[in-house]
């Protein structure tokens, strides 16, 4: 019999080992190339490749999307909106929202271009086949069409909100838990008045368009409703609850005050819906500028994760709220 010497083994060895080495890597390689950023992503706020997704790793028991109906030239603002909702905290137990902005047809050269790009880094966008309105139609197009674009995947509420409304999705999260997930009408009651009016005022009100939502099975009654689709000029909110009205829909009815409310600025005294930041805020509206974005992100800490560095100077304001610097 034949005898095989160390040094015969050490040759083998030194063989197999690099090999074996440069499998593994491959195999890493390609695990992190097509699988590990689909977990990764999950745990965070960001905007869909699962960038804009906010869920948990466990299959989750709530599903929301939220359509923030803006203009394709409305580049600037997607930027910011995206940076603001990157920074909220990613992991709302078992619940996971979808943050989408929703415009019409792009009518410009530079809008197929740049948006395409947007799609490309981001895919957070709908474009809707409708020529771009506020009160024309477009959020009968937004929420009709929302049951066969994601027919294969419904969720189990649909948001819509604008552009200058800042949401906080984990208070949105907990206000939705012990809720009806049927026949579902959520936002803030208008005409301006307080809670203790909302019994007998409910029916005869609308949700403020700032940002309301309904239940998936009302969103699925719009897209094939013909109280909806011969029904679609005017205020989009009033128009919205005319339909539900009509139809005897949307008979759970839940009102958000204090929770939702606009901006209050520098102004003095609280008029109807407008008053101070709160911790409970579920959504604020009228951020019109960078001013009132920035001011509103600093309420809620948005920047705490910013670490020193002698590579930039930050300046500090009266009420900042970073003692770092």
């Given at each position: 019999?034949?005898k095989?010497?160390?040094?015969q083994?050490?040759v083998?060895?030194?063989?197999?080992?690099?090999?074996?080495?440069?499998?593994?890597?491959?195999?890493l390689?390609?695990?992190?190339e097509f699988?590990l950023?689909?977990?990764?992503?999950s745990?965070?706020?960001?905007?869909?490749?699962?960038?804009?997704?906010?869920?948990?790793?466990?299959?989750?028991?709530?599903?929301?999307?939220?359509?923030?109906?803006?203009?394709?030239?409305?580049?600037?603002?997607?930027?910011l909106?995206?940076l603001?909702?990157?920074?909220?905290?990613?992991?709302?137990?078992?619940?996971?929202?979808?943050?989408r902005?929703?415009?019409?047809?792009?009518?410009?050269?530079?809008q197929s271009?740049i948006?395409?790009?947007?799609i490309m880094?981001?895919?957070?966008?709908?474009?809707?086949?409708?020529?771009?309105?506020?009160?024309?139609?477009?959020?009968y197009?937004?929420?009709?069409?929302?049951?066969?674009?994601?027919?294969d995947?419904?969720?189990?509420?649909?948001?819509?909100?604008?552009?200058?409304?800042?949401?906080?999705?984990?208070?949105?999260v907990?206000?939705?838990?012990n809720?009806s997930?049927?026949?579902?009408?959520?936002?803030?009651?208008?005409?301006?008045?307080r809670?203790d009016d909302?019994?007998?005022?409910?029916?005869?009100?609308?949700?403020?368009?700032?940002g309301?939502?309904?239940?998936?099975?009302?969103?699925?009654?719009?897209?094939?409703?013909?109280?909806a689709?011969?029904?679609?000029?005017?205020?989009?909110?009033?128009?919205?609850?005319?339909?539900?009205?009509?139809?005897k829909?949307?008979r759970?009815?839940?009102?958000?005050?204090?929770g939702?409310?606009d901006?209050?600025?520098?102004?003095?005294?609280?008029?109807?819906?407008k008053?101070?930041?709160?911790p409970?805020?579920?959504?604020?509206?009228?951020?019109?500028?960078?001013?009132?974005?920035?001011?509103?992100?600093k309420?809620?800490?948005?920047?705490?994760?910013?670490?020193?560095?002698?590579?930039?100077?930050?300046?500090?304001?009266?009420?900042?709220?970073?003692?770092?610097?």
């Open positions: 019999m034949r095989t010497s160390f040094y083994h050490d083998h060895f030194t063989i197999i080992l690099p090999l074996s080495l440069l499998a593994l890597t491959v195999f390689m390609y695990t992190a699988h950023p689909t977990f990764f992503s745990c965070r706020t960001s905007i869909p490749s699962d960038n804009n997704i906010i869920r948990s790793l466990t299959k989750p028991d709530l599903r929301i999307l939220v359509g923030v109906l803006t203009t394709a030239d409305g580049y600037e603002r997607r930027q909106i995206r603001a909702y990157s920074q909220q905290d990613g992991t709302y137990h078992d619940a996971e929202v979808d943050i902005f929703v415009f019409c047809s792009l009518t410009k050269e530079e271009v948006v395409a790009l947007e880094q981001y895919n957070d966008i709908i474009i809707l086949n409708c020529t771009e309105n506020m009160n024309n139609g477009k959020t197009t937004y929420f009709s069409s929302v049951p066969t674009l994601f027919s995947h419904p969720y189990d509420y649909v948001m819509k909100c604008d552009d200058d409304t800042y949401l906080r999705i984990g208070n949105l907990e206000s939705l838990r809720k997930r049927e026949d579902v009408y959520y936002g803030l009651v208008n005409p301006c008045f809670a909302i019994d007998y005022k409910m029916n005869a009100s609308f949700m403020s368009g700032l309301y939502l309904l239940s998936w099975d009302l969103a699925e009654w719009i897209s094939e409703s013909e109280i689709r011969n029904n679609t000029d005017g205020p989009e909110d009033i128009v919205l609850a005319s339909w539900l009205n009509t139809a829909k949307g759970n009815r839940y009102h958000n005050f204090p939702i409310y901006y209050k600025g520098d102004t003095t005294d609280d008029f109807c819906f008053h101070a930041f709160i409970e805020t579920i959504a604020v509206h009228l951020l019109k500028g960078n001013l009132e974005w920035a001011r509103t992100l309420y809620f800490n948005a920047t705490k994760g910013l670490k020193p560095s002698n590579l930039y100077h930050v300046p500090s304001w009266p009420g900042q709220l970073i003692s770092e610097f």
